[in-house]
């Protein structure tokens, strides 16, 4: 596609649910980023993956939070048993072969409320 | 490990007037350094970069900036606002031997009066 497409653009959901956040890259980029952008912040690392691997997962905040990518594409984050203290705007982003200064391109994020 | 400092939490100006974006950043090693803009629910967008050469770097939308090395910063500029700039300006920074993840700061509002 043109850009990156990030669904649900909302997702509200309860306390303990567990919920899937999808980022479709742009074709044929093969470094897709997961960032966590809470409210008044700016982004934050979660995820990096260099085709249908996890080339760096330091930025998950704990073992709830896991992310796929198995065909080197589309890539599903998902979060276990959700804490209000999830509650963010998700950002997926792409670039070709990894960054290395290209400058992602952004999605326009999901934002998730955890009620 | 390298940090990112935006002191301005939020900065308005008048339609027309020059502006000032500052970043300061700390880091042990070589950086590359970014500019990203946030439009109201749209993604963030790359407005502009600096990875090696001249120090001053020319973006989209006439905005553009200069690295200093001495001072660690990487402030943002632009001679004469409008309307439409208006919006979340986010100053980034990565290692430049791995880019593979950006350190942002806290974001500066940029608030633009007619």
């Known amino acids: 596609g043109a850009g990156v497409s990030q669904t649900p653009s909302n997702k509200v959901t309860e306390k303990g649910k567990y919920v899937e956040l999808r980022c479709d890259p742009i074709?044929?980029?093969?470094?897709l980023y997961w960032y966590r952008q809470s409210l008044g912040q700016g982004p934050e690392f979660l995820i990096y993956f260099q085709g249908t691997g996890a080339a760096d997962d330091s930025g998950l905040p704990n073992d709830r939070f896991f992310a796929v990518r198995p065909e080197g594409s589309v890539s599903t984050l998902k979060i276990q048993r959700t804490e209000r203290g999830d509650s963010a705007v998700y950002l997926c982003a792409s670039s070709p072969q990894g960054d290395r200064g290209y400058g992602y391109t952004f999605g326009s994020g999901t934002r998730l409320t955890v009620v | 490990a390298q940090s990112v400092t935006q002191l301005d939490s939020q900065v308005p100006v008048f339609e027309e007037a020059p502006v000032e974006l500052r970043c300061n950043y700390s880091s042990s090693v070589s950086v590359y350094l970014f500019w990203y803009v946030q439009y109201p629910n749209q993604g963030l967008q790359l407005l502009l970069k600096?990875?090696?050469?001249?120090?001053l770097v020319k973006g989209i939308n006439g905005f553009e900036a200069e690295f200093n090395k001495s001072q660690t910063s990487f402030h943002l500029r632009k001679p004469s606002v409008h309307i439409s700039d208006t919006a979340e300006y986010f100053c980034a920074v990565s290692p430049s031997y791995n880019t593979d993840k950006l350190i942002f700061g806290t974001g500066t509002r940029l608030q633009v009066f007619p």
């Open positions: 074709s044929g980029h093969t470094a």
């Open positions: 600096y990875l090696s050469g001249s120090t």
